[in-house]
C-alpha cells in the first residue's frame, strides 16, 4: 500500500494491494483526550472550520510524497506495475491542475469533512507504518500551510465524520486495516480544539458515510466484522444532535461502504461504492427521502469506483478518483486506481465529465472553495 500527498484533493492510495492483517490497539487501555507531548503530528476528523479561538500549531510538509504503510511508513517509490494501475482516461480536456502544500505525512484512508471558514481538518487513517493513526491536521488554503490539531482518542481508519454547529463529529471506524470495526464516537469542538466523547453508535461498523439532515446525523451503510468475511451493509441509523439518541430508519436499498453521500434540499443522496470489496464497486446512485423514509434511484454514475470522495459546489455534485479491480486468493489483478472527476447536475440529473487529476488515487479528501 502506497500513500501520497496533495491538496483540495489529497493524500490517498496511489496505488492498489490487497488488504494485509495489522495488531490491534488494546481495547482495556484508558482513553486520553488531551494532546500528547512532543507529537509531530495530529490526526482524525474532517472538517473545514471557522478560525479557531487557539492558535495552531504549523507543520511542514513531507519531504516525500509517498510512504509505505508495510514497511514502517519508509519512504516509497511507485513500482512500473503500480504506475500501469493509475487511470486517467477521460472525456473531459485535460485541463489545469495547481500543486499545493503536501500533508505532514503521507497518508490514506483517512476522514475529512467540509465546515466554515475555508479550514480543513483531515483525521485518523493509514500512516507511518500504522492503520490506526489518530493524527489530526488542518489545511488553510489562504495561508497554503497545514496545521496541528487536538488527536482523536483512539486511531482509526475509515472513520465517519460531520461536521455541524462548531463540531466534528467522528463515528465508527476500523482499528485494524478495514477489521475489527468500532462503536465510539467523538466531537471535536474547533473553537477550544478539543474532544469529548459523544453517545457511542449503536453497531460497530467501519467505512460508514456520515450526513447532516435537519439537525440529526445520518450513519448510512459501511462494512462490518468478522474480518474474514467482511460485508456491506445497508443499515441507516439517525443521531437526535439534542437528545443524543439513536433511532433506525430504512436502510439503503443496496448494502454498500466507501461510497459518497451529501444532503442537498434536504434529501440525501448516496453514490457509488462497493459491494464487500472493490471488485464489486457500483455505479448506482440512490436518493433518501426522509419524509417518506424511503429512496428513489436516480441517474448513475459513469464510472463504477468506490473510495471516491464526493463535495457539492455550488449546486452540482462533484466525484473524483477512486479504485476497482479484482481479487484471487487475496492478491488484487487488474487493479485500478482512478483519477477522473465527474459532476451531477440534481436539476437536470445529468452527469459531465471534468478534467482528471494528474496523480490518481482513492480515499482522498476533497473539498470546494469558492473565490
Known amino acids: 500500500m502506497t500513500c501520497s500527498t496533495i491538496l483540495f484533493v489529497c493524500g490517498a492510495r496511489g496505488a492498489a494491494r490487497p488488504d494485509a492483517r495489522r495488531a490491534a490497539p488494546d481495547r482495556g487501555k484508558s482513553i486520553r483526550w488531551s494532546r500528547p507531548k512532543n507529537r509531530r503530528h495530529i490526526l482524525p476528523a474532517a472538517a473545514i472550520l471557522s478560525a479557531p479561538a487557539l ?36 472525456p473531459a480536456p485535460a485541463g489545469r491542475w495547481v500543486a499545493r502544500a503536501d500533508m505532514p505525512i503521507p497518508r490514506s484512508e483517512m476522514a475529512w469533512a467540509t465546515a466554515r471558514g475555508g479550514r480543513m481538518q483531515v483525521g485518523g487513517g493509514h ?4 492503520s490506526n493513526r489518530a493524527f489530526h491536521t488542518v489545511s488553510n ?10 488527536p482523536l482518542p483512539r486511531g ?19 482499528v485494524e486495516q478495514n477489521r475489527v470495526c468500532d462503536d465510539f464516537a467523538f466531537a471535536y469542538h474547533i473553537e477550544a480544539d478539543r474532544r469529548s466523547e459523544i453517545t457511542r453508535i449503536p453497531r460497530p461498523r467501519g467505512a460508514a458515510a456520515a450526513t447532516m439532515l435537519d439537525g440529526k446525523v445520518h450513519l448510512m451503510g459501511s462494512a462490518t466484522d468478522p474480518g474474514d468475511e467482511r460485508t456491506s451493509i445497508g443499515w441507516q441509523e439517525v443521531q437526535d444532535s439534542a437528545t443524543n439518541r439513536w433511532e433506525r430508519r430504512r436502510p439503503l436499498p443496496a448494502a454498500r461502504d466507501q461510497f459518497g453521500c451529501v444532503t442537498f434540499n434536504g434529501r440525501i443522496h448516496v453514490i457509488g461504492g462497493r459491494f464487500n470489496s472493490f471488485q464489486y464497486n457500483t455505479d448506482r446512485h440512490h436518493m ?10 436516480l441517474a448513475p454514475l459513469p464510472t463504477s469506483c468506490s473510495g471516491h470522495g464526493v463535495v457539492i459546489q455550488p449546486d452540482r455534485f462533484f466525484m473524483t478518483g477512486g479504485k476497482s479491480g479484482i481479487i484471487e486468493r ?6 485500478r486506481v482512478l483519477g477522473q472527476r465527474e459532476s451531477y447536475d440534481p436539476a437536470t440529473s445529468t452527469w459531465a465529465s471534468h478534467a482528471p487529476m494528474p496523480t490518481p488515487r482513492h480515499a482522498a479528501p476533497a473539498w470546494c472553495q469558492v473565490a
Do not use: C
Open 330 to 335: 487475496v492478491v488484487a489483478r487488474d487493479a
Open 141 to 150: 488554503p489562504e495561508t497554503n500551510r497545514w496545521h496541528d490539531a487536538v
Open 156 to 174: 482509526t481508519n475509515h472513520v465517519a465524520v460531520v461536521a455541524d454547529a462548531g463540531k466534528v463529529h467522528a463515528m465508527g471506524g476500523s
Open 127 to 130: 500512516g507511518e507504518g500504522r
Open 55 to 90: 492558535a495552531l500549531r504549523p507543520l511542514p510538509s513531507s519531504p516525500a510524497p509517498f510512504a509505505n504503510v508495510f514497511q514502517g511508513g519508509a519512504p516509497y517509490h511507485i513500482t512500473p506495475a503500480q504506475e500501469a494501475q493509475r487511470v486517467t482516461a477521460s
Open 288 to 297: 433518501y427521502l426522509p419524509a417518506r423514509d424511503t429512496g428513489e434511484r
